[in-house]
């Protein structure tokens, strides 16, 4: 029995993300060789002129495909598609572990080439791969916080539009102080009712004094009328 390194690579299977996908979504796939640039190629009628995959070369690609298929979970799947909702460092994760391979290679296809770029690396570091995937998810999060803050200028704004009713609260205020001028304005009036009625109690007072005179003037002419009898 051939050992694992010396396992003749007959295909492979993986994954394609970015491109017209979304954010956390990967499109899996089986190809009969390792060759992608023709698969790439038919792929970007889908998927844009732009995009990366990961895979792993197998001999079994057909059991390695089914298995990775069955190992991923079917609630993220969107409908009967090989699309399925999940993170691209998780992925590689569960192909690499159904495929017991320890790295997945990479292809990438870009607009501005007409022959894609492979990368090839039988001795490719483990842990730098990882940090691949690692930044892959940290871009995803970066335009969610984005997005985020994009909420947070439309919460501002909202605040914006609430200052209004505090002005109408100023000019309320206003009102109010017009008001308490316009009573000040009403006191010289009490003032001057009450003035009159200071004026006629003196004009009250003087007729009395007037009276009193001349009741005094009538009794003094009485009795000297009285004495010259």
């Not at 994760?93 to 007409?114: G, H, P, R």
């Not at 490719?124 to 690692?134: I, V």
């Not at 501002?156 to 316009?182: G, L, W, Y």
Request: proline fraction near 2%; charged fraction near 45%.
């Amino acid at each position: 029995m051939p050992s694992k390194s010396n396992k003749v690579e007959k295909g492979c299977v993986g994954i394609v993300y970015g491109g017209v996908l979304k954010a956390s979504k990967i499109h899996i796939f089986k190809h009969e060789n390792t060759e992608l640039s023709d698969f790439a190629t038919n792929l970007s009628q889908y998927y844009g002129t732009e995009f990366d995959m990961k895979f792993v070369p197998v001999e079994d690609f057909e059991d390695v495909y089914q298995k990775f298929l069955e190992t991923l979970d079917q609630e993220q799947r969107v409908s009967q598609t090989p699309i399925f909702n999940v993170s691209i460092s998780d992925a590689s994760k569960i192909l690499k572990e159904v495929a017991e391979a320890k790295v997945c290679k990479s292809f990438t296809l870009k607009k501005k080439e007409k022959t894609t770029k492979t990368v090839h690396d039988d001795e490719e570091n483990e842990e730098n791969e990882e940090n691949e995937e690692n930044e892959e998810d940290e871009k995803l999060t970066k335009k969610s916080s984005k997005d985020k803050k994009g909420k947070n200028v439309q919460e501002d704004k909202e605040d914006e539009d609430e200052k209004p009713t505090k002005k109408s609260s100023k000019d309320k205020k206003v009102k109010n102080v017009q008001e308490d001028k316009d009573e000040e304005d009403e006191k010289p009036t009490k003032k001057s009712s009450k003035a009159k009625n200071v004026q006629e109690d003196t004009e009250d007072e003087e007729d009395d004094n007037d009276k009193k005179i001349k009741k005094k003037n009538k009794d003094s002419d009485k009795k000297s009328k009285s004495s010259s009898k």
